[in-house]
């Protein structure tokens, strides 16, 4: 289904290329699939949560996603976000992105990286462009309109793959800039 998505949304701008991850909290029906198959539903003290980490372009249109259990840091999905993405200029993430082994990730793959440092960290940061930074908001524009989507807003679906099919519809309903 992935491979359709791509193929129809066309060129995307890859001056910018925003990450982030959002929680959506899993309906109470969404429990109970087979033993065996993906689920992508991790328990949290609030309960039963999916975590989608997206990358965005320069428009704030969807690049690409992972779906995740809510326990799962962004940090550990990051590495597959930006190989998803592969070139870029500039890859601009928040504090949660903030590690060596990510920033290498993004250089390998011949991206700058825009991501600030913790508060307690001693390191500079000469890549840091609070510009850019400011142009975060397109990602967190693009979950509010994905989470316009009832169906993705509360996550009724008790497999990974049947949610993931559901954010790609999302996904390209945005693209092709129809619904909400």
Known sequence: MG??????RGEIDTEWVF?????IRAHQHASGARIGEERAIGR??????????????AHGNPIDFKITGGEVHDAKAAPEIISKVNKAENFIADKGYDSDEIREKARENGMNPVIPRRS???????????HLYKMRHLVENLFARLKHYRSIATRFEK?????????YI???MIWIKIGK
């Open 44 to 57: 949290s003290r609030g309960g039963p949560t999916t975590k989608l980490h997206i990358a965005a372009d």
């Open 19 to 23: 990450a982030d991850g959002s929680y």
């Open 120 to 130: 307690n960290s001693k390191k500079p940061n000469p890549e840091f462009d609070s």
């Open 159 to 167: 497999l990974a793959r049947n949610f993931k099919a559901i954010v």
């Open 3 to 8: 491979g359709f998505f791509f193929k129809l």
């Open 170 to 172: 999302a996904c390209l």
